[in-house]
């Protein structure tokens, strides 16, 4: 399984999305600043994630969330409004 996945940083108001067929594993990373693009921000808390069955899926869905700040953007008010 593959996973397009959304943490947001615990030290201010910062998101960001990813994919990965390792989620636990990649959280794991984020948290430990061993990726360079979320080390400044550490540490996270996952926050979303959608299920792809294939990689090509959750890339193509990961792109369309990254690219398209509306969408972006309407998945985290809807988080933020459960929190």
């Given at each position: 399984?593959?996973?397009v996945y959304?943490?947001r940083?615990l030290k ?11 989620l636990?594993e ?11 693009s979320?080390s400044?921000?550490?540490?996270f ?9 294939f990689e ?5 869905y ?9 969408e972006k953007?309407n998945i985290?008010?809807?988080i933020?409004?459960?929190?």
């Amino acid at each position: 399984m593959w996973y397009v996945y959304i943490i947001r940083s615990l030290k201010k108001r910062w998101y960001y999305v990813g994919s990965t067929n390792r989620l636990k594993e990649r959280i794991g990373e984020h948290n430990k600043r061993n990726v360079k693009s979320t080390s400044l921000h550490a540490p996270f808390k996952l926050v979303y994630k959608k299920q792809f069955e294939f990689e090509n899926e959750a890339r193509l869905y990961e792109r369309k969330v990254k690219d398209c700040r509306r969408e972006k953007e309407n998945i985290i008010r809807d988080i933020e409004s459960k929190l």
